[in-house]
């Protein structure tokens, strides 16, 4: 794909990183094939081809319209199509770069605007998601049924017993996840004792970025991942952790990307480089450990997997979780489509309702068709908008491990 970028964007940041994945594309379409809302749609801009055409009339004309911005919105930012790609195409950096200088030429609504605001005003900040969790709680009988459906039930666990350990591994608290799914934590806490690694808690560090990056907001994402940094620098400067563990998949693909988001940034560059190589997602640990006290028998539940779109696609990691759970003696049910997004995509699911919603019908249908006892992923994200609509249990997979380890 040629390009010839306008002059007003030469100095803005990665431009030429952005020409070289835009000419990286050979435009030969196999991402339609496994783009979510293309299968909805069939519109050829609401896929990473059609996408890609819009970001790169945009970068050679200067201009861009609310119908461009409008498709680049129902993105999911999956990745499947990086999945899919022969040419190896860069398509969600290209998408980032694409909706950060759109957010900046198009002017959204007083409402939109403000909404998107709030969105990252709360999520991102544990004590203020937890203050509105409370109150949807307290008041869930009184609102409508489709916000309701969206308030988490109340958590009961107990915590875990982490004793202290030679190994050790930081662990992010995360923003979200331990408002409405902190059981994650604590059973990965209590595995992780009983093969003899210590978690270390830092409560200081607070939201990965992600929210604040996936809504164009780039400097409130940048200050949120060299927050964490300093949070976990002292910890890793002397060398008392193995790696930094990640329960939340959406949460991982960010953090591993801290040394691409700030390779620019001279006080942080290097750091971020660190970080990011120590991060790793749970099942990238566990996979090295010797699991024999966690294997189960012929009754354990059926259940159905749902790998996230930013395990699979983002971390590269598909078929992992699938293979661990398999080798304990997990009953794995076989399912349809598994590289499709159920539709939660980090906010995706408030602000594209209608998109999101058929999604997530599509795929408990297929989570579903076996009859699970269980419903099982490695994301909150997806936890949450699959237990809006499942009628069984939706857990994170290592509370498996920990349930079945107490059995």
């Known amino acids: 794909m040629q390009t010839n970028i306008h002059s007003q964007f030469e100095n803005t940041p990665k431009i030429k990183e952005t020409e070289d994945i835009l000419r990286s594309c050979v435009h030969c379409g196999f991402c339609t094939a496994t783009c979510p809302t293309y299968q909805l749609t069939g519109d050829e801009l609401d896929g990473p081809r059609g996408r890609i055409y819009l970001i790169k009339q945009l970068l050679e004309s200067g201009k861009v319209t609310e119908k461009t911005q409008l498709h680049l919105d129902r993105c999911l930012t999956c990745r499947s199509c990086e999945t899919t790609c022969p040419s190896g195409v860069q398509y969600g950096k290209l998408i980032d770069i694409g909706r950060f200088i759109t957010e900046k030429m198009v002017p959204r609504g007083y409402w939109e605007k403000f909404s998107r605001w709030l969105l990252r005003k709360i999520i991102s900040y544990s004590e203020r998601m937890a203050m509105i969790v409370w109150f949807g709680q307290l008041f869930k009988i009184f609102l409508p049924k489709s916000l309701a459906r969206k308030v988490p039930d109340k958590s009961f666990f107990e915590a875990s017993s982490m004793t202290s350990h030679e190994r050790k591994m930081l662990i992010l608290d995360g923003c979200a996840q331990r408002v409405v799914t902190p059981a994650t934590n604590v059973a990965t806490a209590n595995v992780l004792n009983k093969l003899g690694i210590e978690l270390i808690e830092t409560k200081k560090a607070g939201c990965c970025g992600a929210v604040s990056h996936h809504l164009s907001a780039e400097d409130e994402a940048l200050d949120f991942m060299r927050h964490n940094i300093d949070v976990w620098w002292p910890f890793i400067e002397e060398n008392k952790v193995e790696a930094l563990v990640v329960t939340a998949s959406g949460c991982g693909v960010t953090i591993k990307e801290y040394g691409s988001y700030l390779e620019h940034d001279a006080n942080y560059a290097e750091k971020a480089s660190v970080v990011s190589s120590l991060a790793k997602d749970l099942v990238e640990i566990l996979s090295q450990e010797n699991l024999t006290d966690f294997k189960v028998d012929a009754t354990s539940p059926k259940i159905s997997y749902q790998s996230p779109c930013t395990l699979q696609h983002g971390q590269q990691l598909s078929g992992q979780v699938e293979a661990l759970l398999s080798d304990l003696g997990f009953q794995l049910l076989p399912m349809k489509d598994p ?53 069984i249990p939706v857990k994170h997979w290592i509370e498996l491990l920990d349930s079945m380890s107490n059995t």
Do not use: E, M, R, W
């Open 339 to 391: 590289h499709l997004c159920c539709g939660s995509a980090g906010t995706y699911s408030l602000l594209q309702a209608d998109f999101s919603q058929k999604l997530l019908n599509n795929k408990l249908a297929n989570l579903t068709q076996h009859q699970p006892d269980i419903i099982a992923t490695a994301n909150v994200g997806c936890q949450l908008h699959l237990s809006t609509q499942a009628t």
